[in-house]
């Protein structure tokens, strides 16, 4: 197949966040089209797309045949990183499913092999709150998160390297940054600074986690929780 696959708005967007790299590690792949498309613009060397179910992972190898990419990109069939031997070349995609699915791939992944992970690009699709305190539990620095609207819904990818490989680490993520996402969080603070109009998608997106926010305020577990980001948000606007 010579003509290049057709990716979603998201997916695009996830390997526009990814540096080139000689491996890409497709955690929970799908159908293949992440590791194929890397492999074809040539952002990947080489690919391994892997799948805890094996009817997703046929349905990917069937496509790394049709596009001719058997001797570049390989399927695993396996719980997330498990049993995987990382290199600090590598690039791990984990998308597609919850923050504390993804969350807890992470952390079921060997210690000694969780420290060679090179840039991590994760897009879950709700509890981003909870995947972020995982990211920093685990020493992983978050150093880019972009917005993207697919069919009316607003989603957030995030990227995520070693704190020991980031010159500039950030300190310990506020409440706020938590909740909004620290690159989003400093995002918005620019764009309300410039007095200007936010632009389309941060608006969406400020308004999603303001109703999320009013949404968790009626669960008394998380009320001190909103009432720490209430005042960030108000410190924020006092500015």
Known sequence: ??????????????????????????????????????????????????DVRSKPLEKATNLISKCN??????????DGLNNIELSRQDAIIIAGMGGIEIGEILRRTDLAERNKIGQVILHPTRSAYELRKVLQELHLDVVDERLCREKEKIYVIIKAIPVESNSN????????????????WQELQTQLKSEQTLDTLMFGYLNNRLTALNNLNYNTDYRQRCGLIRLELEGLYNR
């Open 1 to 50: 197949m010579s003509r290049k696959i057709h990716l979603s708005v998201r997916m695009r967007m996830i390997l526009e966040m990814l540096q080139p790299t000689p491996r890409l590690l497709d955690v929970g792949c799908d159908h293949g089209y992440l590791s194929v498309a890397a492999v074809e613009r040539n952002i990947a060397a080489t690919a391994v797309a892997i």
């Open 69 to 78: 990419l058997q001797h570049l990109i390989t399927t695993d069939l396996a």
């Open 169 to 184: 680490p950030s300190a310990r993520l506020s409440e706020a940054e938590l909740f909004f996402g620290p690159c989003l």
